[in-house]
């Protein structure tokens, strides 16, 4: 590699976090079950299980909207979710700063709980390492879930298919705007909470209206744009996106526009990108509709054969641009 | 909680790790699953598997005998093992310092192929998270892996029963005092390996030979009188070791006298105890003993009804005498 040592754009979940995954890890760890998708899909004994693993780093720990703990379960619960798995059992690997108030892991091991409870996974297993101080920014926390498949459910990046609609399950860019406000100091005053919530009870209501579903893929680092792109290569398709169907908060609107940021690469938590025949957008829609947290979704975009490998967006004046490609350090340290 | 901050000690896998394990984590995260074994064990489908999770934040990160990578696969497929179950699948999730050198990354990913394929674990998903300098001390390494149980094996710390013979499966002390000789400057110099390997293909051998056995457990953080005080409260019984007969190599031994340590107390990375009835000693020693890594396990000691949650030691000139209850900071960032 180019690059001869690590560097915070390859952890920011674009081009460079690709290359260091295919360039070092997949050279090594390649096997038939090695994933590209949201969780490994595996065979153990009689049936077919997903299984996930998330790092969460995020600082500040604590934000508008949720915690690392609430964000570590979510995670892990949503890439499970993805791929039409019902989140089942997860454990969780916590390293902690010396010197860490008590009172503040309580409150994020409750937020963990809780979210937990909501989604009906159960916390088997566990772990605790202490580093010294300045040896480890306050906390991190590694969860890891396994789930069953939903059966006759069939998703991946690789599927989407020319004539496919693209949906998202919610306004966009809301967590990274959130993390972005907190974090730096800009002088903006804005009322963004971030959307970090579980999807499992979305995707599940989604698949109890159709099986026959595409792709399903949650817009964390690297957002909705980057998440377009993976999808656009995997299946080797062009995407085209409809400007003024984008959900996006005014607030979020308002900041972007005042930093020249695009929402398109601001990290979700708890946001999807659904792709799915065209035959199959109502009922969708309607499903996510139903739930709370999923009541602005929208269709986006569709899917063709033009230009493969490309997302393109088209403007309410009706001109057509391609949308940068992801890659560079967005925001370190936003999951 | 009296400690109104998280301390060293309470990442040192002592008395102050359960303290916080049962007053922080087990009173939110409760359930029926939820273990103080290795691995939980869980039904999933039609089968029931082990599932376990382990950080790694061993400092420093290359150590004789192996580095950060061969210790995170060693160290999750030995919890399993210690279930009784074949491990099958890997996740590993990385933190890194931006700066990281890239040959050194590979080094480590290199290690982690060679030692999963050695055990026959396939490495499944992954993640990386790139933190900024200094807010990481270069990499941290979280593994979880899934394994099927063997069954008619039914293993547990809460198992031991008097007159069950306690067997380590090699001489102890190795990985804590190569990190110690590493890290600190002692001045010291003795040629000490860590012991970190995958223990499942003993682990196998020894269940071939028999099902009977009580307890299996790596004596990781905190060693194996850590372990043994773990049992013996868990099964409520008493432990009494046969000084003598407690493998120890020359130079651990030697390091030991000059610091005033207690091999007893310092960590393994390949090294278990079995607690099984004493019918059942012949076969599990020779079943070791034809295994390189364990061909110098040895019986360590018997389980009675006397001194329920004690450890004593006989010596040999017959004196017994309480080893220590764990506690305390023993040595941080160990594994």
Redesign the interface.
Known sequence: ?K??????A???GGKQ?SQ??HE??AK??S?P???ADD??V?S??????A???????V?PFEFKGGNIGKLSICGTVNDLACMGAKP??L?????????????K??EI??S??ET?KKVGV???????????K????KI?I?T?G?G?LTPGVNTSGALARPGDCVIVTGDIGRHGCTILLERENLGIEADVTSDCAPLWDAVEAVLSATHDVHVIRDATRGGVGTVLYEIAEESNVGITLDAKNIPVEGAVEGVCGMLGLDPLYLANEGTMVIVAPESEKDKILEALRKIDHTKKAAVIGTVSSDMPKKVVVTTEIGAKSMIPEPGGELL??I?
């Open positions: 590699m690059n001869e040592v690590v560097t915070l390859q952890g920011a976090t260091l995954i070092v890890f090594h760890f096997n079950e090695f994933t969780a490994a595996l153990l004994g009689d049936g077919k299980i299984m996930s693993t998330d790092g969460f780093i600082s089942e059992y454990t969780c690997a916590f390293v902690i700063e010396e010197g860490f108030p008590i009172a892991l309580e091991v409750t963990m709980e937990a159960r916390i088997v297993a566990g772990d605790t390492k202490v580093a010294g300045g040896q480890v920014d991190f590694t890891t396994v069953r370190p340290r999951c």
